[in-house]
């Protein structure tokens, strides 16, 4: 695996690949390397015949307060687990190489509605730096194919949106969200728990299992939200939001809508946790 750090490095070997009439994949990833990113590799390589992965904290995508000093950045493992997994190039620039004019002078690209709601709404101007961010490596590698994870339901969505509203000529995949033995969604922040938050974390998913079910049943939304964040308060969690939403826009569902998913996120000591769960209302079957 070639590793690269700049942009006139990364665009020769592009060009090399593409005289060659090769498909290129993008994996976009802030590091720090878990099972989950590596599935994305792997179902990137099933597709096409070079991958590409990144890994670039960005910057933009943290607001005050967070964690963007204490992110881990773990490049050499990350490097070593890439390779492993087949990755053909690893580009992994500085921020003056992403941001030459600085985090405030950079040109941003917003995504209206979808981007102010659920986590949006949370942390304001966290997806503006995302689609800011995947916009510039669209750019700079022109695949033809960029995979992310589903764990991140809306940012899958929201760049979606993004490559259909400003034509970009790629295809987004979205892999499904990889999971620990106990049912917790793998993350990088996963990292921030203590062994006993730790053993608490998998009743996230626990509670969104029930809460799909609820609504299955004939549980009115409101109702199933409020008791899902109940329960979450009740086992430590700080519930940051629990919803039921529509698949195809994450609008609250009608009543005739079937195609459904449940999203939350919810602070347990310094994590942030988010999950999700599609599922279908009229045969009560979960995706």
Known sequence: MQTVHDIAALRDSLDAWRAAGLGIALVPTMGNLHAGHLA????????????????????????????????????????????????HLLFAPSEAVMYPRGRDGHTAVDVPGLSAVLCGASRPGHFRGVTTVVAKLFGLVQP????????????????????????????????????EPDGLAMSSRNGYLSPAERARAPALFRTLRDLAAAVAAGAPPARAEHDATQALSALGFGPDYVRVRRRTDLASPAP????????????????????????????????
């Open 40 to 87: 994305l590799v792997a179902a990137a390589r099933a597709r096409v015949d070079r991958v590409v992965a990144t890994v670039f904290v960005n910057p933009l995508q943290f607001g005050p307060g967070e964690d963007l000093d204490s992110y881990p950045r773990t490049l050499g493992a990350d490097a070593r687990h890439l390779a492993a997994a087949g990755c």
């Open 144 to 179: 033809d194919l960029a995979v992310f994870g589903q764990k991140d339901y809306q940012q899958l969505m929201l760049i979606r949106r993004m490559a259909a509203d400003l034509s970009m000529d790629v295809e987004i995949l979205g892999v499904p969200t990889v999971r």
């Open 256 to 287: 005739e809508d079937g195609a459904l998913v449940v999203l939350a996120a919810a602070y347990l000591g310094r994590a942030r946790l988010i999950d999700n769960l599609e599922f279908d209302r009229q045969t009560g079957t979960a995706d």
